[in-house]
T-cell receptor, first 114, second 112 residues
Framework: DGGITQSPKYLFRKEGQNVTLSCEQN?????MYWYRQDPGQGLRLIYY???????QKGDIAEGYSVSREKKESFPLTVTSAQKNPTAFYLC?????????????FGEGSRLTVL | AQSVTQLDSHVSVSEGTPVLLRCNYS??????LFWYVQHPNKGLQLLLK??????LVKGINGFEAEFKKSETSFHLTKPSAHMSDAAEYFC??????????FGAGTTVTVRA
């Protein structure tokens, strides 16, 4: 079945450590996105990528980094520079690229900083 | 800039009764609007979308929404709630900058 796979589902990190969240899709979608979700808030865009080897900052990119070396993969690194990294992280993709509201989401990764 | 406001942070209904989730939007042009649903610890799933065609939009699982330009609203309804409808619902607007703005979400509880 086609879809988006995020791993790990749960992750614990000590302060000062970088951590990388994996996102893989087999939908053959060009565009991929990373969102952050905090309780009682809507989703906020961290980074997005429309094609391989290209990505753009979203609204809250500080303290995060991404790469897009393959169409299927869009990993997110949460660096030690991110002041409040504990959150639920969602990866998404879209068939039409940026400019569509029809996103397909993975099941998320919950990061907790100890 | 565009934005959405979900007027209720939490809605509680009895199984078999109607559900109404309210959303108002702010936009300087005719927007594209969406409703997404998120079950606990899961990703979001598209319920329905409005893109300037019919103002009454039907979605999955018996949900529908009506676009009212005069009221700048896009409320989501379902005639009869089911236990499986317990989830969080997000109203979303697509801006001219091609970015999505998410509402804060409405949590739906369904009582047996």
């Amino acid at each position: 079945d086609g879809g988006i796979t995020q791993s790990p589902k749960y992750l614990f990190r000590k302060e000062g450590q970088n951590v990388t969240l994996s996102c893989e899709q087999n939908l053959n979608h060009d565009a991929m996105y990373w969102y952050r979700q905090d309780p009682g808030q809507g989703l906020r865009l961290i980074y997005y990528s429309q094609i391989v080897n290209d990505f753009q900052k979203g609204d809250i990119a500080e303290g995060y980094s991404v790469s897009r070396e393959k169409k299927e993969s869009f990993p997110l690194t949460v660096t030690s520079a991110q002041k409040n990294p504990t959150a639920f992280y969602l990866c998404a993709s879209s068939i039409e690229g940026v400019g569509t509201g029809e996103l397909f989401f993975g099941e998320g990764s919950r990061l907790t900083v100890l | 800039a565009q934005s959405v406001t979900q007027l209720d942070s939490h809605v509680s209904v009895s199984e078999g009764t109607p559900v109404l989730l309210r959303c108002n939007y702010s936009s300087s042009y005719s927007p594209s609007l969406f409703w997404y649903v998120q079950h606990p610890n899961k990703g979001l799933q598209l319920l329905l979308k409005y893109t300037s065609a019919a103002t009454l939009v039907k979605g999955i699982n018996g949900f529908e929404a009506e676009f009212k330009k005069s009221e700048t609203s896009f409320h989501l309804t379902k005639p009869s709630a089911h236990m499986s409808d317990a989830a969080e619902y997000f109203c979303v607007v697509l801006g001219q900058d091609y970015k999505l703005s998410f509402g804060a979400g409405t949590t739906v509880t369904v009582r047996a």
